[in-house]
């Protein structure tokens, strides 16, 4: 599987092409789960006689991104959004599942690949943007040479003028100037250097950014910049974004459609116009209630209930059901599975028995 | 009369570049019972405010000018022995994260009751049957039993709890609670902030809430003062502030928060950054990003006036306020 890539890398399917077509999906997620094993040693497990533990941090998940929209996940703590980012860019190997990017296995390709040409492909199209601006940046590093590096590690560009005027062209479409290239990291402010952070991630011109709560650090005017430069971007290039974020009133202005996670599962996918006029797992429910609201809607409010439950261990059946109203015996026992459309005026998907049986309208 | 009354607050920090301004006059008042909202981006100075009146700030930050009343009472001016005895007894605070509001080597037992006895003269059986009291008012489940656990026991939520009660612990008039929800998930945070507004209004203790999330200063205060360089440039009831703004950094703000009842084709901006404290601009610090900048914004520097059913420190409210003043002479 491995040999044709090697010898004709433009013919790789990771490699840039028209394969796909606005509106056909750039992105497919498969039954993707990743495991971490937090056991102690095993002669201390022997001695102390405890059982092996194991996280599963992202259980089974699946979906798909259509090229030029915004998928985006929502979820509290620990419910494994980063975990997904990060298997996504191939910065974790699944424990199983697959992503295939333009049709091609992303982990499987990696693995195979002998000389990392299309590890490197990859990372050309997919790129990243991490939540901290102050922990993702090099302080000793000035703002030009942290966006010609992925450019001179790439190929895509050698020292000299030429590469100095790119730099300055990726500075200026976030907002900065050319001249902000001798300066280092310190001296911008933390929306400042969110535009950083979006320059290096544009500078090997990607189809694909994984932003993994791009705005949480920063105060609500400069989310707000940010935010329309996100927007401006992805009409300008035609970027396919995977958004992360627990802020469900910025999803609601980024997202085209919108994945729900508890616990390392996926509960809920749906268009976003479907998903906040009629949320229907119950946990979405709660979450769009405990936002504390701006406006005063009137609505009676479903009281949220107990805490995220320890994922090492989880509860069993519907991980969902200790703190859900309408839990019975069938979703203590058993699983529920993702059903529904994932195309047409009916798309939207939710795994939930008390949806599937009629128990809660919607 | 007002609880908690702050006049001209100036607080600065001597630094080896000159001298930085923090606080430049910042004057407001808190009735008993009642919940004052500070909001402000970072840097604007809310914690900064809330530090000052525990006696709290940092080295070399210090109190220059103006006064801190609580109960008709300065404050402001306490050696440290003094200010410890109000604080905590006095003056309850809550800080963004529980975990480092309680010492990992004690149980939330130890520590409740170490601060109960603190403040009152109560026997050790006495205060532990406080503490468990408190623990089961702040919705800690089994109460008896979670009294011997350490704080890595709890979760997040159950941790904020536990602080809560602390804040609580010795029935203080006025609680600081600085960004009380921040560090936890929002789930959680509809919990704790239901809980804190509960629990302030039984017992008539006046609170302070600082936070940067305008969703959560709309479900909690009955006032809200808005921070901008170090100052405060409008205050008023919450509602009328966030609905009908009359300050134009305000406005911006209100404007781009992005909101789950609407879509949106496109936030508002505003463009640039606060000022840097060595930078403050002349006149009305907001004037270099104000879309409605007057000559006079940037020489003169607007103190707060009337503006509609608040107060704001713009001079776009000049006439209405010198109209009003000259009504009432």
Not at chain 1, 162 to 175: M, T
Not at chain 2, 31 to 45: F, K, Q, R
Not at chain 2, 210 to 227: F, K, L, Q, S
Request: glycine share 8%; net charge neutral.
């Amino acid at each position: 599987m491995n040999s044709p890539y090697m010898d004709t890398p433009t013919a790789s399917p990771l490699s840039p092409s028209n394969a796909t077509q606005p509106g056909e999906s750039l992105v497919r997620v498969e039954g993707l789960s990743k495991t971490f094993d937090l056991s102690a040693s095993w002669l201390s497990r022997l001695l102390s006689g405890r059982q092996a533990s194991l996280l599963r941090a992202v259980d089974g998940v699946s979906f798909t991104i259509p090229r030029g929209a915004t998928l985006a996940l929502v979820g509290e703590s620990g419910c494994g959004k980063s975990t997904l980012a990060r298997l996504l860019v191939g910065l974790h190997q699944p424990s199983s599942g697959k992503v295939l990017f333009d049709g091609a296995d992303v982990h499987q390709s990696i693995r195979n690949d002998a000389n990392g040409a299309l590890a490197r492909q990859l990372r050309q199209r997919v790129q990243m943007i991490f939540q901290d601006p102050y922990a993702s940046l090099d302080p000793r590093w000035t703002v030009g040479e942290i966006v010609a590096e992925p450019l001179l590690e790439h190929g895509l560009a050698s020292p000299g003028p030429a590469l100095e005027e790119r730099v300055g062209a990726l500075l200026q479409s976030v907002g900065l100037s050319g001249s902000d290239r001798a300066r280092f990291p310190h001296q911008f402010s933390g929306g400042q250097r969110q535009r950083i952070s979006i320059a290096r991630a544009l500078a090997t011109e990607p189809d694909f950014l994984v932003c993994d709560e791009p705005t949480s650090a920063l105060d609500v005017s400069v989310q707000a910049q940010v935010l329309n430069l996100m927007r401006d971007l992805q009409r300008e290039r035609g970027l396919t974004y995977l958004f992360i974020s627990h802020n469900l009133a910025v999803v609601r202005y980024v997202s085209d459609s919108v994945g729900v996670m508890y616990l390392g599962r996926l509960v809920e996918w749906a268009p976003k116009a479907r998903l906040f006029a009629s949320p229907r797992h119950p946990y979405t429910r709660m979450l769009l209630d405990a936002i504390p609201k701006l406006r005063d809607t009137g609505r009676a409010r479903t009281p949220v209930q107990g805490e995220v439950p320890d994922p090492l261990d989880p509860p069993t059946g519907c991980a969902f059901h200790p703190r859900c109203p309408s839990a019975n015996e069938r979703c203590r026992r058993e699983r529920p599975i993702l059903i529904g459309d994932e195309t047409g005026v009916n798309a939207g998907r939710v795994a939930c028995h008390a949806v599937e049986e009629g128990r809660l309208s919607g | 009369m007002s609880l908690l009354e702050v006049k001209d607050l100036v607080v600065e920090f001597p630094t080896r570049r000159g001298l930085l301004r923090a606080l430049d006059g910042v004057s407001f008042a808190i009735a008993p019972g009642e919940i004052l909202g500070v909001v402000g981006e970072s840097g604007a100075g809310k914690s900064l405010t809330g530090a000052a009146i525990i006696g709290l700030l940092d080295p070399p930050g210090r109190i220059a000018s103006g006064e801190i009343r609580l109960a008709g009472e300065r404050i402001d001016q306490c050696s440290e022995v003094e200010l410890r005895a109000i604080r905590g007894r006095r003056i309850g605070a809550i800080f963004q994260d529980p975990l480092a509001s309680l010492d990992p080597l004690y149980s939330v037992g130890q520590q409740l009751i170490e601060t109960i006895r603190t403040h009152l003269p109560l026997t050790e059986g006495q205060a532990r049957q406080r503490a468990i009291e408190l623990l089961e008012e702040t919705g800690i489940p089994a109460p008896g039993e979670r009294i011997n656990h350490y704080p890595h026991q709890f979760s997040g939520g159950m941790r904020q709890r536990v602080v809560i009660a602390l804040a609580l612990a010795a029935q203080p008039q006025l609680v600081i609670a600085d960004e009380p929800t921040t560090a936890l998930d929002v789930s959680i945070q509809a919990q704790v902030i239901g809980l804190l507004k509960r629990i302030c209004h039984d017992r008539g203790a006046a609170v302070m809430l600082i936070t940067h999330d305008m969703g959560v200063i709309a479900e909690t205060c009955d006032r809200v003062a808005v921070m901008y360089a170090g100052r405060i440039v409008e205050i008023g009831p919450v509602q009328q502030v966030i609905h009908a703004p009359a300050h134009p950094y305000t406005m911006g703000l209100m404007a781009s928060i992005p909101d789950l009842e609407t879509d949106r084709e496109r936030l508002a901006q505003i463009d640039g950054a606060m000022p840097r404290l060595d930078a403050i601009p002349s006149g009305c610090a907001f004037h270099p990003r104000c879309p409605r900048t007057l000559e006079r914004c940037r020489r003169e520097r607007p103190e707060l006036m009337a503006a509609g059913s608040t107060r704001a420190a713009c001079w776009l409210h000049a006439t209405e306020a010198e109209a009003e003043a000259e009504a009432a002479q």
